[in-house]
């Protein structure tokens, strides 16, 4: 339950700073879920912010690629 408020939380804030939805595959869901186990157990948001950058960028290329 907490891991879903968690990405629902990532998508309301990628929306409210207008960028692309967060792409969670099934490929990535086991690094989002370490991230979040790194913050948990160290409070190390490094894990997460290199997560979202990814993202990010992933998001951005499906948006370019979708308009072309």
Do not use: H
């Amino acid at each position: 339950w907490q891991q879903k408020n968690g990405k629902n939380a990532l998508k309301l804030l990628f929306k409210d700073q207008d960028l692309p939805p967060l792409i969670l595959d099934d490929e990535d869901r086991n690094v989002y879920y370490e991230a979040l186990q790194a913050y948990d157990e160290q409070e190390d948001a490094e894990v997460m912010r290199t997560f979202i950058e990814f993202s990010l960028i992933k998001a951005w290329k499906k948006c370019m690629k979708e308009s072309a």
